[in-house]
């Protein structure tokens, strides 16, 4: 990860526009599934977006917070930004 606020959170911006374009994947791949699967898509599709919105705001916390308070609250996001990474790569996994 980046050592700079700013490098930071542009690191976090570009992954969560990744995760948003991996979600529009999975949405296109859910509208083409045979029914029984469908639901299982649009379940996992909904925790995601769900985890990606969390991280959102765990990032719009860390933009507003004071220059040092950052470096206190990057341990827990990136174990917050991890978790969101190990869903989004089960769920790349189970639906290929």
Known sequence: MPNTR??????LRDKLELWKAQLEKLEVQAALAKAEA???????ITDLR???EEAKRK???LQH???HAWKDMKAGLELA???VEAAFASARA???
């Open 94 to 96: 189970r639906f290929k």
């Open 50 to 52: 769900r985890k990606r």
């Open 6 to 11: 700013e490098e930071y959170i542009r690191t």
């Open 59 to 61: 990032l719009d916390e």
């Open 81 to 83: 930004w991890d978790a």
């Open 65 to 67: 917070a004071g220059e």
């Open 38 to 44: 469908r639901v299982e898509y649009h379940e996992q």
